[in-house]
C-alpha cells in the first residue's frame, strides 16, 4: 500500500482520498477508523416563536435559507438556526450535504428521488416535506448515496 502526503497552502479543507481497485476488508477497516475520528456534531441550537431548542441533527430533513435567514426542518416544523448555509457545511457531518444553493439535505433522511425532465426531488419519509434538487449537485448526490450503500 502507498502512501502519500500532499501540502497545499491553497487546500482550504482537508480532504482524504482512498483510491483502491477493490473493497477489500482492509480498505473498509480504514475507512472505517477514519469516519469515527471525523468529529460530528450532535445538537444544534434553533429558534421557533422566541423559544430556543436543542434539535438533534438526525432529526432534521434539511436546512434551507429565504432571504437570508437558515430554517432547520424536521418531519413536522421549522426553526431558525444562527448559522449560514456555509457555516453549515463546515460543521455538519457526513450525513449532510448540499443539494442547491439554497439547501443542504441529510442524507439518512431520503426516502425516494423523483428525477423528470425539470428537476429532481427529494421526498423524506412521514413527511409531506420535498426538496428539490439543483441539476449541478444531482450526480454528486447519486455518487454519495452509492459510496454510503457499498460502505454500510
Known amino acids: 500500500m502507498k502512501?502519500?502526503?500532499n501540502i497545499d497552502p491553497n487546500q482550504k479543507e482537508t480532504e482524504?482520498?482512498?483510491n483502491s481497485s477493490a473493497l477489500t476488508p482492509?480498505?473498509?477497516q480504514l475507512y472505517h477508523a477514519l469516519q469515527k475520528q471525523t468529529p460530528n456534531l450532535e445538537q444544534i441550537e434553533a429558534v421557533k416563536d422566541n423559544v430556543s431548542y436543542y434539535l438533534n441533527l438526525s432529526d432534521?430533513?434539511?436546512?434551507?435559507t429565504d432571504s437570508k435567514i437558515v430554517m432547520a426542518h424536521t418531519a413536522k416544523n421549522a426553526y431558525q438556526v444562527k448559522y449560514k448555509l456555509y457555516e453549515l457545511e463546515d460543521i455538519l457531518g457526513g450525513n449532510f450535504m448540499r443539494v442547491a444553493k439554497s439547501t443542504i439535505l441529510n442524507l439518512d433522511?431520503?426516502?425516494a428521488i423523483t428525477r423528470s425532465i425539470s428537476n429532481c426531488q427529494i421526498k423524506f419519509e412521514e413527511s409531506y416535506k420535498t426538496v428539490y434538487i439543483s441539476r449541478h449537485y444531482y450526480r454528486d448526490?447519486?455518487?454519495?448515496l452509492?459510496?454510503?450503500r457499498n460502505f454500510s
Open 3 to 5: 502512501v502519500k502526503l
Open 16 to 18: 482524504l482520498v482512498i
Open 26 to 28: 482492509e480498505i473498509e
Open 60 to 64: 432534521i430533513l434539511f436546512f434551507e
Open 109 to 111: 433522511k431520503i426516502y
Open 141 to 144: 448526490l447519486r455518487n454519495r
Open 146 to 148: 452509492e459510496e454510503r
